[in-house]
Protein backbone atom coordinates (compact mmCIF):
# COMPACT_ATOMS: atom_id res chain seq x y z
CA UNK A 1 0.00 0.00 0.00
CA UNK A 2 2.75 2.35 0.97
CA UNK A 3 4.49 2.00 -3.02
CA UNK A 4 1.00 3.68 -3.86
CA UNK A 5 1.95 7.04 -1.45
CA UNK A 6 3.77 8.62 -3.85
CA UNK A 7 1.21 8.65 -6.69
CA UNK A 8 -1.73 9.38 -4.75
CA UNK A 9 0.19 12.20 -3.25
CA UNK A 10 0.60 13.47 -6.93
CA UNK A 11 -3.22 13.03 -7.81
CA UNK A 12 -4.14 14.36 -4.86
CA UNK A 13 -1.71 17.37 -4.82
CA UNK A 14 -2.79 18.46 -8.92
CA UNK A 15 -6.31 18.46 -8.09
CA UNK A 16 -5.72 21.53 -5.82
CA UNK A 17 -5.51 23.99 -8.83
CA UNK A 18 -8.80 22.52 -10.17
CA UNK A 19 -10.40 23.50 -6.85
CA UNK A 20 -8.91 27.15 -7.01
CA UNK A 21 -9.94 27.27 -10.21
CA UNK A 22 -13.55 26.24 -8.90
CA UNK A 23 -13.15 28.75 -6.30
CA UNK A 24 -11.09 31.74 -7.02
CA UNK A 25 -13.37 33.95 -8.94
CA UNK A 26 -15.92 33.70 -5.80
CA UNK A 27 -13.28 34.62 -2.89
CA UNK A 28 -10.29 36.44 -2.76
CA UNK A 29 -6.87 35.01 -2.89
CA UNK A 30 -6.01 34.78 0.39
CA UNK A 31 -9.72 35.07 2.02
CA UNK A 32 -10.15 32.20 0.96
CA UNK A 33 -7.10 30.07 2.28
CA UNK A 34 -7.90 31.79 5.68
CA UNK A 35 -11.36 29.92 5.36
CA UNK A 36 -9.90 26.99 4.47
CA UNK A 37 -7.00 26.74 7.28
CA UNK A 38 -9.63 27.93 9.61
CA UNK A 39 -12.10 25.10 8.82
CA UNK A 40 -9.20 22.51 9.16
CA UNK A 41 -8.47 23.41 12.24
CA UNK A 42 -11.94 23.14 13.41
CA UNK A 43 -12.23 19.60 12.13
CA UNK A 44 -9.09 18.21 13.37
CA UNK A 45 -9.06 19.95 16.88
CA UNK A 46 -11.65 17.20 18.31
CA UNK A 47 -10.31 14.41 16.32
CA UNK A 48 -6.89 15.07 17.80
CA UNK A 49 -8.79 15.45 21.59
CA UNK A 50 -11.18 12.67 21.02
CA UNK A 51 -8.03 10.31 19.69
CA UNK A 52 -5.66 11.71 22.51
CA UNK A 53 -3.47 11.82 20.04
CA UNK A 54 0.40 12.78 21.15
CA UNK A 55 1.43 16.28 21.25
CA UNK A 56 5.14 17.40 20.81
CA UNK A 57 7.30 17.11 24.53
CA UNK A 58 9.86 18.98 23.02
CA UNK A 59 8.96 23.50 22.72
CA UNK A 60 11.71 23.42 19.64
CA UNK A 61 10.36 20.98 18.35
CA UNK A 62 6.49 22.97 18.48
CA UNK A 63 8.07 26.19 17.09
CA UNK A 64 9.68 23.64 14.19
CA UNK A 65 6.25 22.18 12.77
CA UNK A 66 4.97 25.77 12.91
CA UNK A 67 7.70 27.12 11.07
CA UNK A 68 7.43 24.14 8.51
CA UNK A 69 3.62 25.04 8.62
CA UNK A 70 4.01 28.69 7.87
CA UNK A 71 6.30 27.81 4.83
CA UNK A 72 4.42 24.76 3.30
CA UNK A 73 0.76 26.57 3.65
CA UNK A 74 0.61 30.06 4.61
CA UNK A 75 3.53 31.31 1.97
CA UNK A 76 3.56 28.42 -0.38
CA UNK A 77 -0.15 28.19 -0.67
CA UNK A 78 -0.49 31.70 -0.34
CA UNK A 79 2.08 32.88 -3.11
CA UNK A 80 0.18 30.33 -5.46
CA UNK A 81 -3.66 31.85 -5.06
CA UNK A 82 -2.25 35.33 -5.11
CA UNK A 83 -0.24 34.69 -8.23
CA UNK A 84 -3.22 32.63 -10.54
CA UNK A 85 -5.91 35.77 -8.53
CA UNK A 86 -4.09 38.30 -9.86
CA UNK A 87 -3.96 37.22 -13.51
CA UNK A 88 -0.79 35.27 -13.45
CA UNK A 89 -1.65 32.04 -15.85
CA UNK A 90 -1.86 28.63 -13.99
CA UNK A 91 0.57 27.62 -16.85
CA UNK A 92 3.87 30.16 -15.83
CA UNK A 93 2.92 29.45 -12.14
CA UNK A 94 3.55 25.89 -12.66
CA UNK A 95 6.25 26.33 -14.43
CA UNK A 96 7.95 28.87 -11.99
CA UNK A 97 7.12 26.51 -8.87
CA UNK A 98 8.05 23.57 -10.87
CA UNK A 99 12.03 24.27 -10.93
CA UNK A 100 11.40 23.27 -7.02
CA UNK A 101 12.97 20.15 -7.67
CA UNK A 102 15.96 21.35 -9.21
CA UNK A 103 16.57 24.12 -6.16
CA UNK A 104 16.20 20.87 -3.51
CA UNK A 105 18.49 19.27 -5.19
CA UNK A 106 20.99 22.41 -4.91
CA UNK A 107 20.35 22.39 -1.23
CA UNK A 108 20.24 19.18 -0.24
CA UNK A 109 23.97 18.48 -0.25
CA UNK A 110 24.66 20.72 2.30
CA UNK A 111 21.97 21.11 4.08
CA UNK A 112 20.89 17.42 4.66
CA UNK A 113 24.01 16.17 3.77
CA UNK A 114 22.21 13.87 0.90
CA UNK A 115 24.13 12.67 -2.56
CA UNK A 116 22.49 13.37 -5.66
CA UNK A 117 23.91 11.24 -8.17
CA UNK A 118 24.72 11.77 -12.05
CA UNK A 119 21.50 9.99 -12.98
CA UNK A 120 19.43 11.79 -10.39
CA UNK A 121 20.54 15.08 -12.04
CA UNK A 122 19.77 14.32 -15.69
CA UNK A 123 16.43 13.02 -14.15
CA UNK A 124 15.85 16.60 -12.57
CA UNK A 125 17.02 18.37 -16.12
CA UNK A 126 14.23 15.98 -18.08
CA UNK A 127 11.35 17.01 -15.11
CA UNK A 128 11.77 20.41 -15.75
CA UNK A 129 11.66 20.17 -19.83
CA UNK A 130 8.64 17.85 -19.19
CA UNK A 131 6.95 20.51 -17.23
CA UNK A 132 8.10 23.45 -19.66
CA UNK A 133 6.60 21.38 -22.95
CA UNK A 134 3.33 20.38 -20.76
CA UNK A 135 2.56 24.18 -20.12
CA UNK A 136 4.28 25.89 -23.16
CA UNK A 137 0.68 26.13 -24.73
CA UNK A 138 -0.92 28.18 -22.06
CA UNK A 139 2.00 30.60 -21.35
CA UNK A 140 -0.11 33.25 -22.28
CA UNK A 141 0.68 36.76 -23.26
CA UNK A 142 1.65 39.95 -21.93
CA UNK A 143 4.09 41.77 -19.51
CA UNK A 144 3.90 39.58 -16.50
CA UNK A 145 5.39 42.50 -14.07
CA UNK A 146 4.85 41.83 -10.46
CA UNK A 147 2.24 39.02 -10.88
CA UNK A 148 6.06 36.61 -10.91
CA UNK A 149 6.76 37.92 -7.31
CA UNK A 150 4.13 35.73 -5.09
CA UNK A 151 4.68 32.58 -7.52
CA UNK A 152 8.62 33.11 -7.30
CA UNK A 153 7.83 33.41 -3.16
CA UNK A 154 5.70 30.39 -3.32
CA UNK A 155 8.75 28.11 -4.99
CA UNK A 156 11.32 29.72 -2.49
CA UNK A 157 8.77 28.81 0.26
CA UNK A 158 7.93 25.48 -0.87
CA UNK A 159 11.57 24.50 -1.47
CA UNK A 160 12.34 25.55 2.07
CA UNK A 161 9.86 24.11 4.27
CA UNK A 162 10.20 20.59 2.19
CA UNK A 163 14.22 20.44 3.25
CA UNK A 164 13.33 22.63 6.75
CA UNK A 165 11.01 19.82 8.08
CA UNK A 166 13.39 16.97 6.36
CA UNK A 167 15.95 18.07 8.55
CA UNK A 168 13.96 19.71 11.92
CA UNK A 169 10.90 17.69 12.21
CA UNK A 170 10.37 14.76 10.08
CA UNK A 171 8.02 13.17 12.22
CA UNK A 172 5.24 13.88 14.00
CA UNK A 173 1.60 13.24 14.80
CA UNK A 174 -0.22 14.12 11.58
CA UNK A 175 -3.03 15.05 13.91
CA UNK A 176 -1.54 17.16 16.34
CA UNK A 177 1.01 18.10 13.49
CA UNK A 178 -1.58 19.46 11.48
CA UNK A 179 -2.63 21.71 14.16
CA UNK A 180 0.30 23.24 14.68
CA UNK A 181 1.08 23.68 11.44
CA UNK A 182 -2.16 25.38 10.23
CA UNK A 183 -2.83 27.63 13.21
CA UNK A 184 -0.41 29.96 12.76
CA UNK A 185 -1.01 29.95 9.20
CA UNK A 186 -4.44 30.76 9.87
CA UNK A 187 -2.98 33.66 12.29
CA UNK A 188 -0.31 34.69 9.53
CA UNK A 189 -3.20 34.40 6.69
CA UNK A 190 -5.50 36.37 8.64
CA UNK A 191 -2.78 39.01 9.40
CA UNK A 192 -2.06 39.93 6.08
CA UNK A 193 -6.25 39.63 4.98
CA UNK A 194 -6.87 42.42 7.32
CA UNK A 195 -4.01 44.25 5.80
CA UNK A 196 -4.71 44.17 2.07
CA UNK A 197 -8.24 42.50 1.19
CA UNK A 198 -11.61 42.87 2.11
CA UNK A 199 -12.54 39.13 2.95
CA UNK A 200 -15.38 39.08 0.12
CA UNK A 201 -16.84 35.89 -0.45
CA UNK A 202 -19.36 34.99 -2.95
CA UNK A 203 -20.93 31.73 -1.33
CA UNK A 204 -22.25 29.83 -4.41
CA UNK A 205 -22.03 26.23 -4.92
CA UNK A 206 -18.68 26.30 -7.25
CA UNK A 207 -16.98 28.07 -3.92
CA UNK A 208 -18.28 25.51 -1.62
CA UNK A 209 -17.29 22.36 -4.24
CA UNK A 210 -14.36 24.03 -4.10
CA UNK A 211 -13.54 24.66 -0.49
CA UNK A 212 -14.93 21.48 0.58
CA UNK A 213 -12.44 19.79 -1.63
CA UNK A 214 -9.57 22.07 -1.08
CA UNK A 215 -9.94 21.52 3.27
CA UNK A 216 -10.75 17.28 3.03
CA UNK A 217 -8.42 16.12 -0.13
CA UNK A 218 -5.69 18.80 -0.23
CA UNK A 219 -5.51 19.96 3.30
CA UNK A 220 -5.72 16.75 5.21
CA UNK A 221 -5.54 14.17 2.43
CA UNK A 222 -2.57 15.44 0.49
CA UNK A 223 -0.90 17.47 3.05
CA UNK A 224 -0.66 13.86 5.41
CA UNK A 225 0.76 11.83 2.43
CA UNK A 226 3.03 14.85 1.69
CA UNK A 227 4.24 14.25 5.65
CA UNK A 228 4.48 10.94 5.30
CA UNK A 229 6.76 10.86 2.20
CA UNK A 230 8.81 14.02 4.26
CA UNK A 231 9.04 11.50 7.08
CA UNK A 232 10.27 8.08 4.91
CA UNK A 233 12.24 9.56 1.85
CA UNK A 234 15.05 11.69 0.73
CA UNK A 235 13.48 15.83 0.02
CA UNK A 236 15.14 15.29 -3.61
CA UNK A 237 13.16 11.93 -4.17
CA UNK A 238 10.13 13.84 -3.07
CA UNK A 239 10.77 17.11 -4.55
CA UNK A 240 10.87 14.81 -7.92
CA UNK A 241 7.10 13.72 -7.66
CA UNK A 242 6.07 17.86 -7.85
CA UNK A 243 7.33 17.47 -11.54
CA UNK A 244 4.30 15.31 -11.89
CA UNK A 245 2.28 18.19 -10.99
CA UNK A 246 1.50 20.17 -14.35
CA UNK A 247 1.10 16.90 -16.29
CA UNK A 248 -1.17 15.33 -14.12
CA UNK A 249 -3.12 18.51 -13.43
CA UNK A 250 -3.19 19.09 -17.24
CA UNK A 251 -4.89 15.32 -17.53
CA UNK A 252 -7.88 16.01 -14.96
CA UNK A 253 -8.21 19.90 -16.51
CA UNK A 254 -8.56 17.72 -20.13
CA UNK A 255 -11.25 15.06 -18.26
CA UNK A 256 -12.89 18.38 -16.42
CA UNK A 257 -12.90 20.77 -18.61
CA UNK A 258 -12.38 19.58 -22.10
CA UNK A 259 -8.95 21.47 -22.28
CA UNK A 260 -7.17 20.40 -25.06
CA UNK A 261 -3.88 17.99 -24.78
CA UNK A 262 -1.24 19.14 -28.01
CA UNK A 263 1.02 16.48 -29.01
CA UNK A 264 3.48 18.62 -27.49
CA UNK A 265 2.14 18.43 -23.69
CA UNK A 266 1.54 14.46 -23.86
CA UNK A 267 5.32 14.56 -25.12
CA UNK A 268 6.06 16.67 -21.77
CA UNK A 269 4.04 14.21 -19.67
CA UNK A 270 6.29 11.31 -20.79
CA UNK A 271 9.65 13.35 -20.38
CA UNK A 272 8.60 14.31 -16.73
CA UNK A 273 7.65 10.94 -15.79
CA UNK A 274 10.93 9.53 -17.32
CA UNK A 275 12.81 12.21 -15.43
CA UNK A 276 11.18 11.24 -12.20
CA UNK A 277 12.13 7.66 -12.53
CA UNK A 278 15.64 8.12 -12.95
CA UNK A 279 15.11 10.35 -9.73
CA UNK A 280 13.76 7.57 -7.71
CA UNK A 281 14.88 4.52 -8.89
CA UNK A 282 17.34 3.02 -6.47
CA UNK A 283 20.82 2.96 -7.20
CA UNK A 284 21.93 -0.45 -8.23
Not at 158 to 174: H, M, S, V, W
Amino acid sequence: MQRAYPLLFVFLWSTGFIGAKFGLPHAEPLSFLLTRYCLVVALMLPVALATRAPWPRDPQQWLHIAVSGLLVHALYLGGVFVAIGHGLPAGITALVVGMQPLLTACSAGWLLGEKVSGRQWGGLAMGFVGVALVVSGKLGDGALGPMLLPALVALLAITAGTLYQKRFCARFDLRTGALIQFVPSAIVTGIAVALFEDYRIDWSGEFLFALGWLVLVLSLGAISLLNLLIRKGSAVNVASLFYLTPPTTALIAWAVFGETLTPVAVLGMAVAVGGVYLVARPAK
